[in-house]
């Protein structure tokens, strides 16, 4: 097998050029009762408020921008739960692309509704009976789609470490920093940025407690493979790590973390109370693991990552 052309910095410059005055750049928000409960100075990066609603926006637009003429023509396939799939169906309406989106029968209706909004051509499947990605694969084999994975694409992690880019440039020099995983791409995408812009600061991967397969991954240095794993976080219940992804979060991240469901309800109150912030539970996942180690974030400058906020409105209101 031939050895992984891995993404680097320069890759994460290139993407921020090509998506410039399409991504907003995010607000990076800051809260006196997050600085009390943690002892520490917290920068919060709004993904929530990228253009619809997630990271995932950064690095689809990236990666469509670089489509040839034919790859245009013919139209690009995805599979995701919600954010990817808004974020590849918006990039395509902008760059005059077809798309068509494999999502799960249970996505979010919000995510759902979202995509077809933005004109993707949404196929449904079983996640608990059905490879998403075989079906992805065979769309694109019977159609001539070209396939861009929700985060194995150099492309698509360049696009997602324009955050982070964006946070250091904005804050300065962090000593940690927290990001949601589900499938790597934007820890890994992050971990570029951080690595040349703020070298010594500790990152953080953060998942579900129910889905650790990138913190078992992380310990055991080879990818494991777990079953769908249960939880509201739904941006963040992929089964494994991607090629691309684990072997940048191996030699880059700290330590992988976990944070349960109920910790990440108590973070959406927090966010939704005391920032007017409205977050979904994978992009509550860096704040909740971060408020469990007030020890070892005293007097420090950490930063989280809030990776989305596109959020079921009626599960929302049940959670809390």
Excluded at 79 to 104: C, D, W, Y
Excluded at 113 to 123: C, D, L, P, S
Excluded at 251 to 269: G, I, K, N
Excluded at 293 to 316: C, E, F, P, T
Aim: with cysteine; charged share 20%; net charge neutral.
């Amino acid at each position: 097998m031939e050895p992984l052309s891995l993404p680097v910095y320069a890759d994460v410059v290139a993407a921020a050029l090509r998506i410039e005055g399409q991504a907003h750049k995010t607000p990076v928000m800051t809260s006196r009762t997050v600085n009390e409960l943690l002892g520490a100075e917290v920068f919060f990066k709004c993904e929530n408020l990228q253009r619809m609603g997630a990271f995932k926006f950064r690095g689809a637009f990236n990666a469509l921008s670089r489509f040839d003429e034919t790859q245009r023509r013919h139209g690009v396939v995805a599979f995701s739960s919600g954010n990817h799939a808004q974020a590849i169906a918006l990039s395509a309406r902008l760059l005059g692309i077809p798309a068509t989106i494999v999502m799960p029968h249970d996505a979010p209706a919000a995510k759902v509704e979202a995509t077809k909004g933005y004109g993707g051509h949404v196929v449904v499947y079983d996640r608990y009976t059905e490879d998403r990605e075989q079906i992805g694969r065979d769309l694109a084999a019977r159609h001539g789609y070209t396939l861009i994975p929700p985060y194995d694409h150099p492309d698509v992690i360049a696009g997602q470490g324009t955050a982070a880019k964006e946070l250091l440039e904005t804050v300065g020099d962090l000593d940690a920093l927290f990001v949601p995983l589900g499938g790597g791409g934007l820890l890994s995408g992050s971990s570029l940025a951080v690595r040349a812009l703020s070298p010594h600061c500790k990152l953080y991967g953060v998942e579900p407690e129910t889905g650790n397969d990138g913190q078992q991954s992380f310990r055991a240095g080879r990818i494991v493979h777990i079953e769908a794993p249960k939880t509201i976080a739904d941006g963040a219940q992929t089964q494994h790590l991607g090629q691309y992804t684990f072997a940048l979060i191996r030699q880059h991240v700290d330590d992988v973390l976990t944070a349960s469901d109920a910790q990440l309800v108590e973070c959406m109150r927090l966010f939704a109370t005391r920032m007017k912030l409205l977050v979904e539970p994978t992009g509550c996942l860096g704040l909740a693991a971060a408020l469990p180690m007030k020890a070892a974030l005293q007097g420090k400058r950490v930063g989280v990552l809030i990776s989305g906020g596109n959020v079921d409105m009626a599960k929302l209101c049940e959670w809390l």
